[in-house]
């Protein structure tokens, strides 16, 4: 079965950086786009970041596109959020997800399984 698993998630100062890791097991991802999922205390789970299959084409959210960036290494069964310059507003936990197509998409009901979350939490 797919099992999504997310890491590299704390505390960190507003200004800093934090890259976090979604590794799968059970399945290999070379023909599945992922994406990124946030959701902070009170608010709707928001779209980060998608990649489709090959990594060749990602989509950010227009409000972190000019901090976060994305990307995937098929060969390790892992996608990567890279996180600079975080603000409290990124306050939340972080998921992934796998949608069973090849093509990235910024809607939470396009994917088909979840990973467990990663907290992250930026301090002022």
């Known amino acids: 079965q797919v099992q999504l698993v997310e890491s590299g998630g704390g505390l960190v100062q507003s200004g800093g950086s934090l890259r976090l890791s979604c590794t799968s097991s059970?399945?290999?991802?070379?023909?599945?786009?992922l994406g990124w999922f946030r959701q902070a205390p009170g608010k709707e789970r928001e779209f980060v970041a998608s990649i489709n299959f090959s990594g060749r084409i990602t989509y950010v959210a227009s409000s972190m596109n000019d901090r976060f960036t994305i990307s995937r290494d098929n060969a390790k069964n892992t996608i990567y959020l890279q996180m600079n310059n975080l603000n409290p507003e990124d306050t939340a936990i972080y998921y992934c997800?796998?949608?069973?197509?090849?093509?990235?998409?910024?809607?939470?009901?396009?994917?088909?399984?979840w990973g467990q979350g990663t907290q992250v939490t930026v301090s002022s």
């Open positions: 059970g399945q290999t991802l070379g023909s599945y786009a």
């Open positions: 997800a796998l949608r069973n197509s090849g093509n990235y998409n910024r809607n939470a009901e396009a994917y088909d399984y």
